[in-house]
C-alpha cells in the first residue's frame, strides 16, 4: 500500500505523457538510494529525470517531504519511511 | 464603485483593496490562453491601466481556449493585443488599456515594465520569462509566473525580496525540445482557466496591499486528476547562490543570454525577429511581396503565402515575422531571409 511503511515517489502528470510512472513505494534511507531503486525498476525514467552526466536535468525540479533539492548531483538527503517524493517538470505552455 | 460591490463585500479586499485596486498599474506580457483570462479578470476587478504586450496574432486553433477572442478576430487576422483592447474597453471603460503589438526583448522590457505595480506572465516560452524575472527583480516588481500544458498548470507569485524568484527553482533555461509545449501534449480550457485564475487571486492580493500574503510557493495542479499540491520554496533563497535575485546579474535583461527565434506554443509556427529595431513599410512588403505569392495586408500586418508553399508567413511593422508550417528554427530563418531580408 503506497505510503504504509516505505518513502514513496510521485511523479507529476506532465511526466507521464512519455513514460508510464505511477507513484511507487521503494526502500531506501538517501534520497539517492530511492531515486536509483525507481530507475532500476523503470530505466526509461532515468532520461526523463537525468542528464548524460547523471545530473537532474534543468527543467526538473525534486521535491523531498515538499521541500525543493537544490542538488543536481548529490543526493545524500536522508529519508524515512514516511517521506515523499515530488518529481516535478517546468512547463513551457500558456 | 458601484459595479464593484460584490468585490467590495468581499472581507479579503474591502472598499481599501478596491481603492489600491483603482490605482494598481499592470503589465500582462503574452495575451493568449492564460492572457485572455488573467486580462479579462483584471479588467472586469478594476484595475486603473493595464497594458498588454503581446506578438502574435489572432488564429481560429486559438478560440477553442483564449477567451477574449472571436471568429470575427481570425477573419480580420488582428493582432491579439488590438483584439484584446477592443473586447476589453467594451468590458469595463473606466479601465485604461495600453495595447502594445510588440515582441517583448531584452530592448522593449523596460519601456513595457515602466510605471508598473505588478507583472503577470501570460507567455508561452521560457526565454521571455527569463527575460522578465530578470526585468522584474532588477526594478523591484512583482511578477506572477505560470504554466499550463495538457490539463496540468503551475503558478508562482515572485515578490523581489520577499520570495525565490523564477531562477530560484530553475538556474539554467531548460535546452530547445526538453519541455513540452500546448502543441505536443495538446492543452484543455479549463487547465488554462483555473492556472490564470490563480495567478489573478495573487495579483489582487499585491494589488490591493496584501503583498504580505504571498507566500514562497509553487502550486501544481492536475485539473484532469483533481489534485492541487502546494510545495514549499522557502529554502531557495539560502546563501545568496541565485545569479538574478542574489548576486544581481541580469544577463537575460542585459542581451547576453538569449535567442532571437522561437517556436510558438501550439501553432507549428516559429518567430523570427531581426536583430536590429527598426519600423518596416508594410505597405511597401506588400507590393514587393505580391508576385510571389498571396498577399494580405491590414495597418498591422502583412500576411504572405509564396506560390507552392506549405509556409505562411505573417510579417509586422517592426520586423518580425511569425513563420507558419514549421518548428525549424533554420528553415524559418531561411524563409524569412528569402521573403524579407535579413
Known amino acids: 500500500m503506497i505510503g504504509a511503511t516505505l518513502p514513496t515517489v510521485h511523479f507529476t502528470s506532465h511526466l507521464k505523457l512519455h513514460v508510464d510512472c505511477p507513484s511507487v513505494d521503494v526502500s531506501g534511507e538517501s534520497l539517492s538510494e530511492v531515486l536509483n531503486s525507481v530507475f532500476e525498476d523503470n530505466p526509461r525514467l532515468r532520461g526523463y529525470i537525468l542528464d548524460d552526466q547523471g545530473r537532474i536535468r534543468q527543467h526538473v525540479i525534486v521535491f523531498l517531504d515538499n521541500e525543493p533539492i537544490r542538488e543536481r548531483t548529490n543526493w545524500d538527503r536522508p529519508v524515512t519511511p514516511n517521506s515523499e517524493v515530488y518529481v516535478l517538470q517546468a512547463l513551457s505552455g500558456g | ?342
Open chain 2, 1 to 342: 464603485m458601484s459595479r464593484y460591490r460584490k468585490q467590495i463585500l468581499f472581507d479579503g479586499l474591502g472598499e481599501a483593496g478596491q481603492s489600491r485596486l483603482r490605482e494598481s498599474r499592470v503589465l500582462c506580457v503574452g495575451c493568449g490562453a492564460l492572457g485572455s483570462v488573467i486580462a479579462e479578470s483584471l479588467v472586469r476587478a478594476g484595475v486603473g491601466m493595464l497594458r498588454i504586450a503581446d506578438r502574435d496574432f489572432v488564429d481560429l486553433s486559438n478560440l477553442q481556449r483564449q477567451v477574449l477572442y472571436d471568429e470575427e478576430d481570425v477573419a480580420q487576422r488582428l493582432p491579439k493585443a488590438i483584439a484584446a483592447a477592443n473586447k476589453l474597453r467594451r468590458i469595463n471603460s473606466d479601465v485604461v488599456i495600453e495595447p502594445h503589438v510588440a515582441d517583448v526583448t531584452c530592448q522593449s522590457v523596460g519601456e513595457l515594465c515602466d510605471g508598473v505595480n505588478l507583472i503577470m506572465d501570460g507567455t508561452d516560452n521560457f526565454e521571455t520569462r527569463f527575460l522578465i524575472n530578470d526585468a522584474a527583480i532588477e526594478a523591484g516588481i512583482p511578477w506572477i509566473h505560470a504554466g499550463c500544458v495538457g490539463a496540468h498548470g503551475q503558478v508562482m507569485a515572485i515578490v523581489p525580496g520577499q520570495t525565490p524568484c523564477l531562477r530560484c527553482l530553475m538556474p539554467e533555461m531548460p535546452g530547445p525540445g526538453t519541455s513540452e509545449t500546448c502543441d505536443t501534449a495538446g492543452v484543455i480550457g479549463p487547465a488554462v482557466q483555473i492556472v490564470a485564475s490563480l495567478q489573478v487571486v495573487a495579483a489582487l492580493k499585491i494589488l490591493s496591499g496584501q503583498t504580505e500574503l504571498i507566500r514562497p510557493e509553487l502550486t501544481v495542479i492536475d485539473v484532469w486528476d483533481g489534485t492541487l499540491r502546494q510545495l514549499k520554496l522557502s529554502g531557495l533563497q539560502e546563501a545568496g547562490g541565485c545569479q538574478c535575485c542574489g548576486r544581481r546579474e541580469f544577463p537575460f535583461l542585459h542581451g547576453d543570454e538569449g535567442s532571437r527565434s522561437v517556436v510558438l506554443c501550439g501553432r507549428n509556427s516559429v518567430q523570427v525577429a531581426p536583430s536590429t529595431s527598426g519600423k518596416l513599410s508594410l505597405f511597401d512588403l506588400a507590393n514587393r511581396l505580391d508576385p510571389s505569392g498571396e498577399v494580405q495586408a491590414n495597418p498591422f500586418l502583412v500576411r504572405f503565402r509564396p506560390d507552392e508553399s506549405e509556409h505562411e508567413l505573417t510579417i509586422f511593422a517592426d520586423g518580425r515575422a511569425i513563420i507558419t508550417g514549421t518548428e525549424d528554427l533554420a528553415e524559418a530563418k531561411s524563409l524569412y531571409a528569402r521573403y524579407i531580408g535579413a
